[in-house]
């Protein structure tokens, strides 16, 4: 079945580094791939998404590129900051009404 | 516009207990999913309704917990029997059609703690 695997956590880094999260995918067919956030206090919501191969999703500073060589969707951010600090999860949707299959999600603090 | 309301937002109960979780979703939104989420881990998938069909019920971990959507709007999910186990955050989210393309807007969540 689908599944989606992201990098360890949590991840510590001070304001304006660069931030890598990454995600791998199995699946069959042809999935979306997503980037979800839930900030401190507040619901699961949708940061950027790629529907194909190749496409790059992007939002607020943030990119992921899906590669379907390599079955990735690494988050990627130039400069953190503290406002950034949440917990991220990949997932991707498979069947043909877009259920959604989670990674466990990783923590992010940025320090001023 | 209004987003995915849930309620109650929290809720305790005693093991053997029957509990109903609600979910509004976006007014217009054909999809609507339910989703378990346990502490420190991703959601994951119970139920999935279009319209007021529910086509998939692959996720719902046994035959105490029952969902519905009989007016293809306001859905609820029913635990019965509650036990330590079902303690979670429920979430609801809804698209406006089916599709792996498609954005899913959650709701808040219900947290259910089971004692």
């Known amino acids: 079945g689908d599944s989606v695997t992201q990098m360890e956590g949590p991840v510590t880094l001070s304001e304006e580094a660069f931030l890598t999260i990454n995600c791998t995918y199995t699946a069959t067919g042809y999935p979306s791939l997503f980037w979800y956030v839930q900030y401190p206090g507040e619901g699961l919501q949708l940061l950027l998404k790629?529907?194909?191969?190749?496409d790059k999703g992007s939002n607020k500073g943030f990119e992921a590129t899906y590669r379907k060589e390599t079955t990735s969707f690494h988050l990627e951010k130039g400069s953190v900051q503290v406002s950034d600090s949440a917990v991220y999860f990949c997932?991707?949707?498979?069947?043909?009404?877009?259920?959604?299959?989670f990674g466990q999600g990783t923590i992010l603090t940025v320090h001023p | 516009g209004a987003g995915v309301s849930q309620s109650p937002r929290y809720k305790v109960a005693k093991r053997g207990q029957d509990v109903a979780l609600r979910c509004d979703p976006i007014s217009g939104h054909v999809s609507l999913f339910w989703y378990q989420q346990a502490l420190g881990q991703g959601p994951e998938f119970l139920t999935y309704?279009?319209?007021?069909?529910?086509?998939?019920k692959s996720g719902l971990p046994s035959d105490r917990f029952f969902a519905e959507r009989p007016e293809g709007s306001v859905s609820t999910l029913k635990i019965q029997r509650t036990q330590q186990e079902d303690s979670a955050v429920y979430l609801c989210?809804?698209?406006?059609?089916?599709?792996?393309?498609?954005?899913?807007?959650f709701g808040p969540g219900t947290r259910l703690l089971v004692l």
């Open positions: 989210a809804s698209s406006l059609a089916p599709g792996v393309q498609e954005t899913q807007y």
């Open positions: 309704f279009q319209n007021e069909a529910q086509l998939d």
């Open positions: 997932a991707l949707a498979g069947t043909s009404y877009g259920k959604l299959t």
């Open positions: 790629a529907t194909k191969a190749d």
